[in-house]
């Protein structure tokens, strides 16, 4: 049969039809993220669907009046870059909708390990590691950034400055002392 006659479906490229969104949240249904994590997931969001997808509405539209759709590039590639955008869109309200805004900066002078904290660990060996605890969301691993439902953060998650953890690790376990505390300023 043509590829012309056959029933064109969003659902076949559609990786996360019917996938429950994540398990990476809180027992309450809560997704954990910062303030300005918040902002620029609403960021994106809003410049999807007041930017992006209009163009390439437009962009269909004018391909589709051109005639023969079957073979048509503009079109094809169009309505692809349509699903993925609308995909996105209900990605990122799902997340939104779920999202607790949490201030870190409440607890600006503390010892103690909680959600958005920078945290110095002294390893077995000398070595130290400083990761800042954020939501599944908002987390760049580049910079130094762990989701706090990651296996580190668990553990870090509630100790106090002087503290010495246990990480289950596939070789093993690895000891770990915190050895800094730090959060954001609170803003004036």
């Known amino acids: 049969m043509s590829k012309a006659f056959t029933r064109e479906s969003d659902a076949e490229d559609d990786d996360d039809a019917g996938v429950p969104l994540t398990p990476l949240v809180a027992p309450d249904g809560k997704n954990y993220i910062t303030r300005p994590g918040y902002e620029r997931l609403r960021g994106e969001l809003f410049t999807l669907i007041d930017d992006e997808r209009p163009k390439i509405v437009e962009i269909v539209h004018w391909a589709a009046s051109n005639g023969d759709r079957s073979e048509n590039g503009d079109y094809l590639y169009g309505k692809k870059r349509l699903r993925e955008i609308d995909r996105r869109i209900r990605f990122l ?6 999202a607790e805004v949490v201030n870190p900066s409440i607890h600006f002078g503390g010892d103690q390990v909680f959600f958005g904290a920078t945290v110095v660990v002294a390893h077995a060996d000398g070595q130290e590691t400083t ?5 599944v969301d908002e987390v760049d691993s580049a ?21 010495a953890i246990r990480l289950q690790v596939p070789g093993g376990t690895q000891e ?4 800094a505390v730090d959060y954001p300023a609170p803003d004036a």
């Open 93 to 98: 309200t799902q997340r939104l909708e779920i």
């Open 131 to 135: 990761v800042t605890i954020l939501g």
């Open 143 to 163: 910079q130094g950034q762990i989701s706090w439902v990651s296996p580190l953060a668990r553990a870090l998650l509630k100790a106090r400055l002087g503290d």
């Open 176 to 179: 770990m002392e915190v050895v």
